[in-house]
């Protein structure tokens, strides 16, 4: 049975730095794995998506530069996503996403593409 869990979420003031986690359980090998978030009020947005076996990186333009995503070096299904520089519109809850349906796994993939999702981390910045 496959899981997605992530955690690390939390509140913090703008210009701080917070680091997710996301354990992909259950599957052979680490699969296409992608962060998202959603604001109330707002449609769920993908923010990074790495390739399996350490494969490319993609970021959404509003996070480049102070987001990372990676991947554990000892447990590869563990995708981490860096969080620097936040800001106040970085407000949301962050989701881990993992297994891409019918398409690469690349820049342009969106919610509908992953199959499997974490329960979501809050993530809130404060001015």
Same mark, same amino acid.
């Given at each position: 049975?496959?899981?997605?869990? @992530?955690?690390?979420?939390?509140?913090?003031?703008? !210009? +701080? =730095?917070?680091?997710?986690?996301?354990?992909?359980? $259950?599957?052979?090998?680490?699969?296409?794995?992608?962060?998202?978030?959603?604001?109330?009020?707002?449609?769920? @947005?993908?923010?990074?998506?790495?390739?399996?076996? !350490? +494969? =490319?990186?993609?970021?959404?333009?509003?996070?480049? $530069?102070?987001?990372?995503?990676?991947?554990?070096?000892?447990?590869?299904?563990?995708?981490?996503?860096?969080?620097?520089?936040?800001?106040?519109?970085?407000?949301?809850?962050?989701?881990?996403?993992?297994?891409?349906?019918?398409?690469?796994?690349?820049?342009?993939?969106?919610?509908?593409?992953?199959?499997?999702?974490?329960?979501?981390?809050?993530?809130?910045?404060?001015?």
């Amino acid at each position: 049975q496959v899981r997605v869990v @992530e955690s690390g979420g939390g509140s913090v003031q703008a !210009g +701080g =730095s917070l680091r997710l986690s996301c354990t992909a359980s $259950g599957y052979t090998n680490r699969p296409c794995m992608g962060w998202f978030r959603q604001a109330p009020g707002k449609e769920r @947005e993908w923010i990074a998506i790495i390739q399996p076996r !350490g +494969g =490319s990186i993609y970021y959404v333009d509003s996070v480049k $530069g102070r987001f990372g995503i990676s991947q554990d070096n000892a447990n590869k299904k563990i995708v981490y996503l860096q969080m620097n520089n936040l800001k106040p519109e970085d407000t949301a809850t962050y989701y881990c996403a993992a297994y891409i349906l019918g398409r690469r796994c690349e820049l342009g993939a969106g919610p509908r593409d992953f199959r499997d999702w974490g329960q979501g981390t809050q993530v809130t910045v404060s001015s």
